[in-house]
């Protein structure tokens, strides 16, 4: 099929090409501008490196230096002048050519809305906080008057029964607090293929095509119903829009870790994210979530195939939202990015540990997206380097500490080897090496001031847009500006290192196993000790070699290896909950729905349902299933029947063996088999009430009694 | 503790379940109850608590609850790998 088809046959009603080419020609313009800068910059940097190293690249060390030194100049030079560009746009009241400012308020009020579904794929969630947020932008649609629009969709691929059969507790209860029987839909993989793009796809199969648009939202997403419908009526008055991801900020926070990413997401977000809107323009890249989707058309194009390259590049894609964007963009639909819908949140993970658990799977499938940016035809260049920008965002890291070997390899020279000053052979002329110390204080100063200045600025944009008081006012602004510094220098020595071993066990295929996973809020000491004493020894091991080789190398070094032999107390101390709790009180790290409160934060956090959250269970989601006479019909409503055969001999051997012990002493998977089959459900509950006192099911059915009473009483 | 008869068990489990069901424990629902509970007290082929579950959708007129829908009718249709 020729893109122009495709074209013709998904858009209804055609754009004037007078937006779609001013769009395209702002693009070529800025990214040409972008590349000029950042080239430029990085030239000008590396010679001044190569003026700096004593034998100004005369020899391999020193042009590795020279040449990874250029790739990573480049690199931040490139987050330097996107913030740059979004601090100018925003001056000028943002960028004329983005969606929402095509159209009135007006204009967006007399777009019809089409069927959309608000799809949430979720995988061993934490059920409370899942189904509160679930609850929150469904009563905040209803405000709108517009649900009946809306279908919800919960798409579980959960595998423990014990978590899955609690979220069908938890989506019964909230079918029927919220009335939402008609609106609200729950659907279980059992064979979870091709991870969360496979479990939309499932979705998309059965349902696509009673719907026109699809919004998917994480386990942790929060978006408000205005938004949602505003997001609806875009995509109505836009007909070649393919994707229209929003700028989720971050909400929610409560530990250290979190109130600084969530405070620096906040604060420096709105120049970053408008620099990047404005060079991306239609050519957006999708993040996966807090974003609406033409369903045709993603159906029609955005399949995703298995890799079939080697190692790392073989099998399913693991990060599929990008690819998505890219295939959606062959298609000739636009991917746009729109900074300025609001109400659309995330939450940022508890704890570094957390944090770095989930940038080990990012890592894994950003470069394998190197396949994707290489291989696949006709891609969009836009595309293409949105690939290398993710891939970059872990190749980074690796990169740096090569950077810091060669670097440390130079100092050992230096000190340790006799000067050579003929290192050419048959030479008249001496080589006399030159060392600049304070050159080298001049190149590292500008580099922090790439890395610093796009902060100043958002600092600047808070004052220009009167949103220091959502920060608790200048004098709080400030500290928590410096706070963040801090933390953020202290935490991208721990994250380079991280990252660098994710890299490595990406590209050889392998899953080393990432020591003491934390699985609480807070990070223990023992957990956090074990987990970062690689990197704590070898900076240890470093420092100590510099301190050895020269006392300058060791000033020089301190910024990277004094960070990584503190993790471990960093790592616990940012974990905690206390010191955020203490700070929010004083209004520092604050954000804006802290200083005027959030309607939809409040029915999040406000609504305790205590059969969805653990602590309101007093026995576990089997037994509930079993012995709750409502919940018992509802799981057999979703279970299956099994006609026979070998399996129906085994299921009949496990219903009684959890008669007679319960459903613990079954593995999880017999536990599976048997809560998904129908007539098991049935017979267990009725053998279950039908039990002596003494027996296991009598003894469950008088704490469930208890619990009804107390729940009665409260 | 004190340790509860087979009387006491076999009216708590009836009366728990009534409730569990929506149907309100009036005085005459309790009255049928504990009928319902004497009944299987006397029986002397059936154990007690199995002769009271066994019978109680019999002796109440007990609703079905009404459950939500947990899925629309599927529309089924394919992905593609248009490029």
């Known amino acids: 099929m020729r893109i122009s088809e495709v074209i013709v046959d998904d858009v209804q009603q055609p754009i004037t090409t007078k937006q779609q080419v001013g769009w395209k020609r702002a693009a070529s313009i800025r990214r040409t501008l972008l590349t000029i800068l950042v080239l430029a910059q990085s030239v000008l940097a590396s010679s001044y490196m190569t003026a700096v190293l004593p034998y100004h690249g005369g020899n391999f060390v020193e042009l590795g230096i020279i040449t990874l030194f250029f790739v990573l100049f480049a690199w931040i030079s490139v987050g330097f002048w996107m913030g740059i560009f979004g601090f100018v746009i925003r001056c000028f009241g943002g960028d004329r050519l983005s969606l929402l400012r095509r159209h009135t308020a007006t204009e967006l009020n007399q777009q019809p809305l089409a069927k959309t579904a608000v799809v949430m794929p979720i995988y061993h969630e934490p059920i409370h906080r899942t189904f509160s947020g679930i609850r929150a932008v469904y009563r905040s649609l209803e405000q709108t008057g517009q649900i009946d629009h809306f279908d919800f969709f919960i798409l579980s691929d959960s595998r423990n029964p014990n978590v899955w059969l609690a979220e069908q507790a938890a989506w019964h209860q909230l079918c029927q607090e919220l009335g939402a029987g008609e609106h609200l839909f729950y659907r279980r993989r059992t064979l979870n293929q091709h991870y969360k793009s496979g479990n939309i796809a499932d979705f998309l199969r059965r349902w696509g095509r009673g719907y026109e648009y699809m919004i998917v939202l994480d386990a942790d997403s929060l978006m408000g119903g205005s938004t949602l419908v505003k997001m609806v009526q875009l995509m109505q008055a836009e007909p070649r829009t393919g994707i229209l991801q929003t700028n989720p900020t971050l909400v929610n926070a409560r530990s250290m870790f979190a109130r600084v990413q969530q405070f620096a997401n906040n604060m420096y977000g709105p120049i970053f994210t408008t620099g990047l809107a404005a060079l991306q323009l239609g050519e957006a890249v999708y993040w996966g979530h807090n974003a609406i989707i033409r369903t045709r058309a993603f159906m029609q194009h955005c399949s995703l195939k298995r890799l079939n390259g080697p190692g790392l590049f073989h099998g399913s894609i693991l990060s599929h939202d990008f690819v998505e964007a890219a295939l959606m963009g062959r298609a000739g639909h636009e991917v746009w990015l729109e900074p300025d819908l609001l109400q659309t949140h995330e939450e940022s993970p508890p704890t570094l540990v957390d944090d770095l658990q989930r940038d080990k799977r990012w890592a894994k499938g950003n470069l394998q997206h190197l396949w994707v940016m290489l291989f696949e035809p006709r891609l969009r260049p836009a595309h293409r380097m949105a690939f290398l920008n993710g891939i970059m965002s872990y190749l980074a890291s690796p990169l740096w500490l090569i950077f810091l070997l060669l670097t440390t390899i130079e100092a050992a020279r230096l000190v340790l080897v006799p000067i050579n000053y003929f290192p050419e052979p048959h030479s008249l002329f001496p080589l006399w090496p030159e060392w600049n110390p304070e050159w080298a204080i001049v190149l590292a100063s500008s580099t922090l001031f790439l890395l610093f200045f796009p902060k100043l600025l958002a600092v600047i944009d808070a004052i220009r847009c009167r949103r220091v008081s959502h920060h608790g006012g200048f004098l709080r602004l400030i500290p928590s500006v410096i706070g963040e510094i801090l933390v953020s220098s202290l935490l991208a020595p721990i994250r380079m290192l991280a990252h660098s071993r994710f890299v490595l066990e990406s590209l050889l295929n392998l899953t080393l196993s990432w020591a003491g996973q934390n699985r609480t809020d807070e990070t223990r000491w023992s957990a956090a000790l074990l987990h970062q004493a690689p990197g704590t020894l070898l900076a240890g091991g470093w420092a100590a070699f510099a301190y050895w080789l020269d006392q300058m190398f060791f000033y020089w070094s301190l910024p990277v290896a004094g960070p990584l032999i503190f993790a471990a107390p960093t790592s616990v101390f940012l974990s905690r909950v206390g010191p955020g709790d203490w700070l929010k009180r004083r209004k520092f790290f604050q954000v804006q729905e802290e200083r005027f409160g959030s309607p939809l934060l409040d029915d999040l956090n406000n609504s305790p349902h205590p059969a969805m959250s653990p602590q309101g269970r007093t026995s576990s989601p089997a037994v509930q299933a079993i012995v709750d006479p409502v919940l018992n019909q509802v799981h057999q409503a979703m279970a299956h029947d099994h006609r026979g055969g070998k399996k129906q001999k085994m299921i009949l051997s496990l219903r009684k063996r959890c008669f007679h012990q319960g459903p613990e002493k079954l593995t999880q998977k017999e536990l599976s088999h048997l809560v998904r089959d129908r007539a098991s459900l049935h017979w267990l509950h009725e053998q279950a009430w039908c039990a002596s006192p003494d027996s296991y099911w009598g003894k469950a059915l008088q704490r469930h009694f208890q619990h009804r009473t107390e729940e009665t009483i409260t | ?83």
């Open chain 2, 1 to 83: 503790m004190i340790a509860r008869s087979l009387a006491e068990q076999a009216l708590s489990r009836v009366c728990h379940y009534l409730s569990a069901m929506g149907v309100e424990l009036t005085r005459e629902v309790t009255v049928q109850a504990l009928k319902l509970v004497e009944a299987g007290l006397a029986s002397e082929q059936e154990d007690p608590l199995q002769f009271v579950m066994a019978r109680v959708h019999e002796h109440f007129a007990i609703q079905k609850p009404v459950l939500p829908t947990t899925a629309p009718p599927i529309t089924r249709s394919s992905m593609g790998f248009s490029e």
